[in-house]
T-cell receptor
């Protein structure tokens, strides 16, 4: 079991470029999440998907879009990257059916630099 | 807006010392409090607490929640260099979301 995988691991973008971060899970979890982590700020929720076919904004959604492609995959898109989006991005999953999704399981992260 | 505050921001101890980390919170609808350990990569789950006064233990780590005073502590006894990490506290107001604190960086020196 790979758990939660993310691609790419590292990316450098120029201001204004676009890109999509990919996340896939083989844990059969219903919920999926995208966070960003900046120094001294902990993890901040960008978007989440409680189940296939639904997405909701988190704490810091501006500048991002998401797609829940199927139960396994949840992608995060930056349409026009800005230096303020330089961060480490984590995807996470959680169970919902039969048990609340309190525990979340994290992927290895994508380190994004926007110049 | 949900708020999770951890203290101290960082600390340095020597092997064998005991460490106490604090997490206070304000949320509109509390469901649970979680602790994670992060060692330069993905956070890994440590504990989930939902009831006041019940200690959760795992080896040298333990945690307790006080829902009346809205805080939790995480204790690490007989620290080892492998305990060096960022410890994150998170609060869940519902079935889906977690609100994280900024974390406490623990450095254990040999």
């Amino acid at each position: 079991n790979a758990g939660v995988t993310q691609t790419p691991k590292f990316q450098v973008l120029k201001t204004g470029q676009s890109m999509t971060l990919q996340c896939a899970q083989d844990m059969n979890h219903n919920s999926m999440y995208w966070y960003r982590q900046d120094p001294g700020m902990g993890l901040r929720l960008i978007y989440y998907s409680a189940s296939e076919g639904t997405t909701d904004k988190g704490e810091v959604p501006n500048g991002y879009n998401v797609s829940r492609l199927n139960k396994r995959e949840f992608s995060l898109r930056l349409e026009s990257a800005a230096p303020s989006q330089t961060s480490v991005y984590f995807c996470a999953t959680g169970r919902t059916s039969g048990r609340p999704a309190y525990e979340q399981y994290f992927g290895p992260g994508t380190r994004l630099t926007v110049t | 807006e949900d708020k999770v505050v951890q203290s101290p921001l960082s600390l340095v101890v020597h092997e064998g010392d005991t460490v106490t980390l604090n997490c206070s919170y304000e949320v509109t609808n509390f469901r649970s409090l979680l602790w994670y350990k992060q060692e330069k990569k993905a956070p890994t789950f440590l504990f989930m607490l939902t009831s006041s006064g019940i200690e959760k233990k795992s080896g040298r780590l333990s945690s307790i929640l006080d829902k009346k005073e809205l805080f939790s502590i995480l204790n690490i006894t007989a620290t080892q260099t492998g305990d060096s990490a960022v410890y994150l506290c998170a609060v869940s107001p519902n079935d889906y979301k977690l609100s994280f604190g900024a974390g406490t960086t623990v450095t254990v020196r040999a």
